[in-house]
């Protein structure tokens, strides 16, 4: 049985604390008096002296990052010395920094079964599987399912099992929609009250979708995280925002791939003009009583947040099909940059968001990585 995400808030936490203690013990000595005595000897008193804690707390930011020639060719044979990186402006020394290939990661596919993906969800199923077979490692990486439409709702929960991955995606559909009905006698059933996957009226929960996959399980993971969403970007019904959405991925240092696989013939149920629309869509189809409402950019709400998360963007086409993008976003994975830093305020506060800045001191490289980060105080 699939189990709903519950929509628990907690705190983001970005520091690194390290704790040392040192306790020092004291010790005493017995020394007897020379000579001899029937008197017992006494030992002097213990002296104790208290124990120190020392706390030090160290913050250190890690980036991952890609970089591209002009060509859109990966280049992965950098050293720490050919980047540069501020920090809100302020140049930053690089401490750590390794080339990333075979350490785990965590995935997360978030999976958009509303009506309007209901044509191509087949070719989105059989690509992951694939793609998933190629990219968890058993007992290395790890990865969830999720898919959303009026509900979002995990699948899989985090698990190396290509079984139970491959269960999960099977078990992929899109909810089976009724029309409303004039007939009274009707309004008082079960149907369209989200009563198994009957539906009245359609929903799209994108946006709650990103921060239900960021705040309740991406946060509670160390190491590199990403997120795949497949969807055509328009969101209907969401309670949270687009800006909560993608500042919850940066809190929890995950980034988000977007594969935009657009169905413009996917808006409308049947030939005599029954569309999208109903309470959550706006409007009854071109031949509907109402007019239907303009259709978000979907490829631009994508772009946004792949972008500030330190992912990236992709779009099925003719040209382009979702396996190939795939096989892009696994090349891109295994082939990454780790830089890490302890930031240099000069006086600035700390708490709040920060801007990075990555580039390479050689012209004509192209690197992607988040554009900031949240600390705390």
Known sequence: MAAKMPLIRRPAILALVLLTAFCAAGVWAQAAPSGKSDQPVSPPPVQTQPATTLSVQVKVVNVLATVRDKHGKIVDNLTKDDFTLTDD?????????????????????????????????????????????????V??????????????ELLQDLASSHEKLEAALGSLTTPQFNRPSNDPSDQGSDAGR??????????????????????????????RKALIVLSDGVDRGSKESLETAVSTAQRANTAVYSILYKDDEGYGWHRDGFG??????????????????????????????????????????????????????????????????????????????????????????????????????
Request: glycine share 12%; proline share 4%.
């Open 276 to 377: 999208m629309g109903g309470p959550m869509g706006g409007g009854m189809g071109r031949h509907g009583r109402f007019p239907a409402e303009p259709r978000p950019d979907g490829k631009k709400i994508l772009a946004r947040i792949s972008n500030e998360t330190g992912g990236r963007l992709f779009e099925v086409s003719k040209k382009q099909s979702v396996d190939q993008i795939y096989s892009l976003i696994e090349e891109e994975l295994r082939n990454q940059y780790s830089l890490g830093y302890t930031p240099e305020r000069g006086g600035a506060p700390e708490g709040g968001y920060h801007k990075i800045q990555l580039t390479t001191k050689q012209k004509g490289l192209i690197v992607q990585s988040r554009e900031g980060y949240y600390a705390t105080q």
């Open 194 to 223: 989200g009563s198994g996957r009957h539906h009245v009226g359609g929903g799209t929960l994108l946006y709650d979708a990103v921060y239900l996959a960021s705040d309740e399980l991406m946060k509670k993971q160390q190491g």
């Open 89 to 137: 402006g302020r140049p930053q020394i690089i401490h750590y920094f390794t080339r990333e290939t075979d350490l785990p990661l965590t995935l997360g596919l978030l999976v958009d079964t509303s009506m309007s993906q209901r044509r191509v969800l087949d070719q989105e199923r059989s690509a992951s599987h694939t793609f998933l077979d190629q990219m968890v490692r």
């Open 139 to 152: 007992q290395t990486d790890r990865a969830f399912i999720i898919h959303f439409d009026r509900e979002v």
